[in-house]
Nanobody, 125 residues
Framework: VQLQASGGGLVQTGGSLRLSCSAS????????VAWFRQRPGKEREFVAA????????HYADSVKGRFAISRDNAKATVYLQMNSLKPEDTAVYLC???????????????????WGQGTQVTVSS
């Protein structure tokens, strides 16, 4: 599976962005797709995931209620709608996919085999 992330940009505090993660591969519907983010000097941080096996969504506490993950299997694309953005949301956002994710591993970056290149999100104060 090859992943391509897009949609990042510069936005003011309180603004919105929608990130897209487009995938190649015929079995995209059987992959859990997640978003992680990474700030300079920080570890990769889980943001949200859409688990295919039980069609469940998972969010980091820091984004719950502000971000929403969705997927369109026909377009092989997963979206991350980000609302009420804060300066601390500034990071490179990366999408990841794997077919073997279970609930206990969905938040762990090391559980994902496939990664996109990342898209920069900058929120100005």
């Amino acid at each position: 599976v090859q992943l391509q992330a897009s949609g990042g940009g510069l936005v003011q505090t309180g603004g919105s962005l929608r990130l897209s993660c487009s995938a190649s591969g015929r079995t995209f519907s059987r992959y859990t797709v997640a978003w992680f983010r990474q700030r300079p000097g920080k570890e990769r941080e889980f943001v949200a995931a859409f688990k295919w096996s039980d069609v469940s969504t998972h969010y980091a506490d820091s984004v719950k209620g502000r971000f929403a993950i969705s997927r369109d299997n026909a377009k092989a694309t997963v979206y991350l709608q980000m609302n009420s953005l804060k300066p601390e949301d500034t990071a490179v956002y990366l999408c990841a996919a794997d077919s073997g994710i279970i609930t206990t591993t969905v938040r762990r970056p090391e559980a994902y085999d496939y990664w996109g290149q990342g898209t920069q999100v900058t929120v100005s104060s």
